[in-house]
């Protein structure tokens, strides 16, 4: 059951990891003393950075946590969001802000080494088993701190000091990450391969590639072969994965939906906050914000059904485009609502309803794309897709919400464009 401790170890940082009290009121702590930006500075200057951030970042991150095995990959995403909290905490500029902005896209970026880590540390029949563990171990971490920071802030704790919760819990997963086991293999850079591949060595005047590369192990130079071969074997297994992948029509519809679904509760998540204050604000009542109530109700009925969808034995290919598109109209007719709303009870409905319907068809959506590939390309295909979500985001933000953007669209504008 060597697989099952690896899963529960990583699966402990996972849940560190996304035990961030402050998160459910991030827009209220940035908008309040002692901060004291503008909503506009907010959704329109300081959170759009960790995007191109996190854009810029997520090609080459995934290239070098294959390369350097994971570990050091992690270390970085553990060490951003300890950085992250001390920008928070003990910074008031605006500039310190984008760095702090900086730190968060660097995170998110690096979160691909959580989730391919564990690939490169169990046997492929496990590979199923243990990417719901991760998940279900970054949700309970989610859960946990919209529950947390509900009762403390019910028992009169400030929003302020919820960041030192949160750095507490940064703190200790960065100590956790230099626990984690050293990979000694990985999935294109270092194979445990064998069996040498002889597909691309070097060919002779005589055109026999398989001869010289004999001949050359005969003579003791094995280690100078693989020298050779190495460099061309990652690039071509990283083309042949990728061509397999998206000439499957089938896989290629999952995708796109995956990556524009991605894109649409990436930009939901990140300004919704805003959404919610502006209600607030509008209301000119002395309302009290559940947040972290919302978090945790919306992280345990996601996971619950997520849960759920995945021993639900139904042939989505049949099914699955019905399904794609009463989850994807009832998405859309949910945020249509959130933005006329001006019922706070109303908006973290929507929120709530919006956010299960997403964990509900992206579980269907990574269990059909996982099927019809081949289960060493998980990481890259995954990696792929959340890339073109990232870039779709990027875009969307850059386009309604970036203030150097052409249409620079207020909240409410901003979640009815969605």
Known sequence: MEWLKLSIWIGTYGFLKEFRPEDPY???????????????????????????????????????????????????????????????????????MYLMEVCYGTMTAC???????????????????????????????????????QILLHFHMTIADLNYLTLAGMSFGFLWALTLPSVKTSIYFHRSNSIVDFTNCPKTETDQPELTCINEMEQGQLPVLKKMCSKSIVFQRLWTDFKLAYTNVYVLKWSLWWAFATCGYGQVMTYVQVLWELIVTNNKEDTTMYNGTVEAIYTLLGAFAAFCFGYLKVDWKIY??????????????????????????????????????????????NSEVARHIRSDSYALIFGINTFTAILLQ?????????????????????????
């Not at 620079?408 to 969605?418: D, G, I, S």
């Open 26 to 96: 991030i827009t209220q702590y940035l908008t309040s003393s002692p901060m004291n930006f503008t909503q506009e500075e907010v959704y329109q200057e300081i959170f759009p950075l960790a995007t191109y951030v996190s854009l810029s970042q997520l090609i080459v991150v995934f290239l070098l946590t294959d390369w350097l095995r994971y570990k050091p990959v992690i270390f970085v995403h553990a060490l951003s969001a300890v950085m992250m909290q001390v920008f928070l905490i003990w910074f008031r500029s605006k500039f310190a």
């Open 111 to 149: 979160e691909i080494a959580y989730y391919t880590y564990i690939y490169a540390k169990v046997d492929k029949k496990h590979y199923q088993i243990v990417t719901s563990h991760m998940r279900v171990a970054s949700l309970t971490g989610r859960f946990m701190s919209g529950v947390t920071s």
């Open 320 to 365: 699955g485009e019905t399904l794609l598109g009463i989850c994807t109209l009832l998405e859309g007719i949910l945020i249509l609502w959130s933005s006329h709303v001006n019922s706070l009870l109303h908006a973290y409905l929507a929120y709530i309803l919006f956010g299960v319907l997403y964990h509900i068809m992206m579980t269907v959506s």
């Open 394 to 418: 990027s875009i969307l933000t850059m386009v309604v919400t970036d203030k150097i953007g052409i249409f620079q669209l207020h909240t409410r504008e901003q979640v009815f464009v969605l």
